[in-house]
Nanobody, 114 residues
C-alpha cells in the first residue's frame, strides 16, 4: 500500500523560507511523476511543482524562481524548497504521486503571515 507523508509546514513570515518533505512508503522510481499541490482557503487545489522519474521539473508560474522541487531516491523522499514566501502562498500543501493510479498525502499547512 502506498503512503505519502508530508512534513515541514508551519507559520512563517513574508520573505521567509520553508522546506516541505514527502516521504513515500515505496520506491519512488515506481512513480512516473511526483508533485506538490496546494489548496488555499476557499479555492481549488492547484499544481505547484512536479518532477518526473527522469528528473524533469515544471512549475506553476507564481512558483518559478522561488520554489524548487527535488527528489532523493535513496530516501524515497521528494522535497519542495520554498523561498521568498508571500501571504498568497498560504495553503494546505499536498504531495501527489502518479503511476497507473494517483496517490495523495494528508497535507501540511503552510501559513505566511506577519
Amino acid at each position: 500500500q502506498v503512503q505519502l507523508v508530508e512534513s515541514g509546514g508551519g507559520l512563517v513570515q513574508p520573505g521567509g523560507s520553508l522546506r516541505l518533505s514527502c516521504a513515500a512508503s515505496v520506491n519512488i522510481f515506481s512513480f512516473n511523476a511526483m508533485g506538490w499541490y496546494r489548496q488555499p482557503p476557499g479555492k481549488q487545489r492547484e499544481l505547484v511543482a512536479a518532477i518526473t522519474s527522469g528528473g524533469r521539473t515544471n512549475y506553476e508560474d507564481s512558483a518559478k524562481g522561488r520554489f524548487t522541487i527535488s527528489r532523493d531516491n535513496a530516501k524515497n523522499t521528494v522535497y519542495l524548497q520554498m523561498n521568498s514566501l508571500k501571504p498568497e502562498d498560504t495553503a494546505v500543501y499536498y504531495c501527489n504521486a502518479r503511476r497507473t493510479s494517483s496517490y495523495w498525502g494528508q497535507g501540511t499547512q503552510v501559513t505566511v503571515s506577519s
